[in-house]
């Protein structure tokens, strides 16, 4: 016993043994539940994202700029999902499949964002709170929880499982301005700008829960109005660094409608709340299975872990901050019940979010911090402590076992490798950036890959594609109209016998061109000038950013020598 109790206390002295001993419990459980949920199995978005990743790589070979349309999909159509859906943080990976294959790439994804979101919010809650135990058990909690092992998993929506990583340098990024070294303001850009670059809909819950903690702290923005200025330095930055995406995405919606707007394709928030009983019955069991259709909850670790409270006494600043984090996540999951008013102004403004458990992120957060905090505070003794931690550990283990299974029983029907086709919509979810135009999913299929002119009497050779050039020759003796097999998106460019020509959108909402001469035609999707621009602007402000940074730490280590 002797022993235990002066590797314990050598332990707890040296705090430099704090984040190495973490990190290597971090890093066993990232393995291990990679092993548990071996082999790979299709979720509900797998093969969309899977795509895209795809997509990317291939991109990654042909433009500079990465302006790529996907015509891997649609029966070479090309499908521009890279305009809607943010791609920058998916490029470390899409580089290692292009050295591998998409399905390493993928699993080293799921690896990386595992452990970064860890360490992350190890980082961030010892930062605020001072308490490398409380850091340790929040990180564990929140990068296991059950939501988020059901984003990765079940859902497979990486986009949104992806956020998980950058939400705690937002709230990081958000303590400082707010009560702590305001000049490290670049830490909410950085953190803001890399939920943007990967989930939209994620990124406008992180700003409403940034609007709300800024009214809850607003008398500490009050009383050093300094605090004002950094803040809105902040955004500004990450406005300019996110227009890579934020600005062409703007251009194709104001340049076309497309299916997301005007057929009903994409779900309501109103519509997609649950009954008292299952948020209940959610709480405990963490994920509900109901027709085969998940309903999501935080889990009966998170849950429990909040009844400590009982049990932690006194007042302090931190402990009122820690019950404002409990109160606002209960709130969220409260967002999720039919009782909910989304239907009523100002909520029915915010269906576009589609799925309000998309807010169970933040309360899974919120919770696993108060939990590290409930914990660490209602046990003082170094023993109780390590028992505490080890059964978290050993909890999280035991959750992530038994929810491998469930996946596995779930989702071992279909393989990773299955084709796409015309029924399953291409993987392309909802096809939802299609222009209206299109008649339907259906009419692709059945037109085939052939150019039809206006004229009977012209001359077309075959359709040849290589490398996103698509190609024919064309003989005719007047102008002619052709419609290509090519879904219509801003930023295509077209030659004949390497002259210019325009390129419009057909009634079929296809691309469409007109010569009036013969010649070899050339089509390919060269970009926009506000795609080009958006991208240097990106470059040109994170290079600045960079500068920023490495400037202001050099005065505060000058500032520390004086």
Not at 311 to 339: H, N, P, Q, W
Request: proline letters at 3%.
């Amino acid at each position: 016993m002797k022993r235990v109790d002066n590797l314990l206390d050598s332990i707890v002295a040296n705090r430099k043994s704090h984040i190495w001993l973490f990190l290597f419990v971090l890093l066993v459980l990232s393995l291990l539940m990679m092993y548990f949920y071996n082999p790979l199995h299709p979720g509900q978005d797998f093969f969309f994202h899977y795509r895209r990743l795809q997509a990317l790589m291939d991109g990654i070979k042909t433009s500079p700029y990465l302006i790529y349309l996907d015509y891997g999909t649609m029966n070479g159509y090309g499908y521009f999902t890279k305009a809607f859906y943010p791609d920058l943080t998916l490029i470390p990976f899409a580089l290692i499949g292009n050295l591998t294959n998409v399905e390493f790439a993928y699993l080293s994804m799921i690896f990386v964002i595992t452990f970064l979101c860890g360490l992350f919010t190890y980082i961030t809650v010892n930062k605020i709170y001072k308490n490398s135990f409380t850091a340790s058990i929040a990180a564990i909690l929140y990068t296991f929880c059950f939501y988020r092992l059901l984003d990765i998993y079940h859902r497979a929506a990486v986009g949104e499982a992806i956020t998980f990583t950058f939400l705690p340098l937002v709230l990081l990024g958000l303590y400082h301005i707010i009560k702590g070294d305001y000049k490290k303001w670049y830490i909410l850009t950085i953190g803001f700008s890399l939920m943007m670059f990967t989930h939209l809909i994620s990124s406008v819950l992180m700003l409403l829960t940034i609007i709300i903690i800024l009214l809850i702290y607003c008398k500490s923005l009050f009383n050093e109005p300094k605090r004002f200025y950094y803040l809105l330095l902040s955004g500004v930055a990450t406005l300019l660094i996110v227009s890579y995406y934020i600005f062409p995405l703007l251009e194709q919606m104001m340049s076309n409608n497309f299916y997301y707007e005007s057929r009903n394709l994409t779900v309501r928030a109103q519509d997609s709340v649950f009954k008292i009983n299952w948020i209940i019955w959610g709480l405990f069991s963490g994920v509900v299975q109901a027709r085969q259709i998940f309903i999501p909850g935080t889990g009966l670790i998170l849950t429990c872990i909040l009844a400590l409270r009982l049990f932690v006494y006194g007042k302090s600043k931190e402990l009122r901050s820690i019950d404002m984090l409990v109160i606002l996540g209960l709130a969220y999951i409260f967002t999720t019940c039919s009782l909910f008013p989304w239907s009523l102004f100002p909520f029915n403004k915010l269906n576009f979010i589609q799925l309000p458990w998309r807010l169970l992120e933040f309360s899974s957060f919120f919770f696993a911090v108060a939990g590290g905090y409930y914990l660490s505070s209602s046990i003082k003794s170094k023993k109780r402590l390590f028992v505490g931690g080890s059964v978290i550990v050993l909890a999280t283990i035991f959750v992530m076992i038994n929810d491998a299974q469930l996946y596995k029983e779930i989702r071992s029907v279909k393989l990773i490798t299955e084709d796409a086709s015309v029924d399953d919509r291409y993987h392309m979810g909802g096809i939802e950036y299609v222009p209206d135009k299109v008649p339907n999913i259906e009419y692709i299929r059945k037109r085939g890959n052939t150019v039809i002119a206006d004229q009977q009497e012209v001359g077309l050779s075959e359709v040849n594609r290589i490398n996103g050039v698509t190609s024919f020759s064309v003989v005719t003796t007047s102008k002619t109209t052709m419609e290509l097999p090519l879904i219509y998106y801003k930023g295509y460019a077209a030659t004949i016998d390497a002259k210019s020509i325009s390129v419009e959108e057909s009634s079929h909402g296809l691309v469409q061109v007109s010569a009036d001469r013969s010649g070899s035609v050339k089509i390919y999707y060269k970009g926009t000038i506000v795609q080009k621009v958006s991208y240097y602007i990106t470059l040109v402000s994170i290079i600045i950013l960079c500068v920023l940074i490495t400037l202001q730490r050099r005065r505060n280590k000058g500032d520390e020598t004086v």
